[in-house]
T-cell receptor, first 112, second 110 residues
């Protein structure tokens, strides 16, 4: 299995608090992605990175920011969490912009 | 934006049955992917297709580019095949050119 670790795996927090999710890879892949998965929707891209300090927005980027200061780490931050951001978040990596992508095990985030 | 539709949304079958899951999309693509998501949540890539047919074990994936349609077949289904199967299409143009279907929830009963 591709070496991808998401942390935390589960988090419950309150509206208005900042939240940071971490994705760590040991594969030295160039591309890293953050998706969210919600009932009734397919996976939707939040942000992605194509290198250290190189990031771009995805389909549902409002309310989220990302940072990538090292090849192996991609952080997703919710500056002020809202209940609409309750979701399961997946990190993925790939060697180039295409497939196959390898996915992390997901982070279940609940905003109360 | 490409629209991806999967059918059926839910499917319950008996062990041993032949399973077909369908995926259609609205705009031409460079590739189509089938993914499997197990009840624990992990997602794995099964196939990447740009034309024709691919087979891996009991899984077969086909694509018809002209009709904008792909099918995933499972032969001799087994309870361990129970999972959500997700179709995703690559419309090109960057990492945000990937569109995922909502998934087909498959349950194989013993």
């Amino acid at each position: 299995d591709a070496g991808i670790t998401q942390s935390p795996r589960h988090k419950v927090t309150e509206t208005g608090t900042p939240v940071t999710l971490r994705c760590h890879q040991t594969e030295n892949h160039r591309y890293m992605y953050w998706y969210r998965q919600d009932p009734g929707h397919g996976l939707r891209l939040i942000h992605y990175s194509y290198g250290v300090k190189d990031t771009d927005k995805g389909e549902v980027s409002d309310g989220y920011s990302v940072s990538r200061s090292k090849t192996e780490d991609f952080l997703l931050t919710l500056e002020s969490a809202t209940s609409s951001q309750t979701s399961v978040y997946f990190c993925a990596i790939s060697e180039d912009r295409g497939w196959p992508q390898h996915f992390g095990d997901g982070t279940r985030l609940s905003i109360l | 934006k490409n629209e991806v539709e999967q059918s059926p949304q839910n499917l319950t079958a008996q062990e041993g049955e032949f399973i077909t899951i369908n995926c259609s999309y609205s705009v031409g693509i460079s590739a189509l992917h089938w993914l499997q998501q197990h009840p624990g949540g992990g997602i794995v890539s099964l196939f990447m297709l740009s034309s024709g047919k691919k087979k891996h074990g009991r899984l077969i994936a086909t694509i018809n580019i002209q009709e904008k349609h792909s099918s995933l077949h499972i032969t001799a289904s087994h309870p361990r095949d129970s999972a959500v199967y997700i179709c995703a299409v690559d419309s090109g143009g960057g990492a945000d050119g990937l569109t995922f279907g909502k998934g087909t929830h498959l349950i194989i009963q013993p």
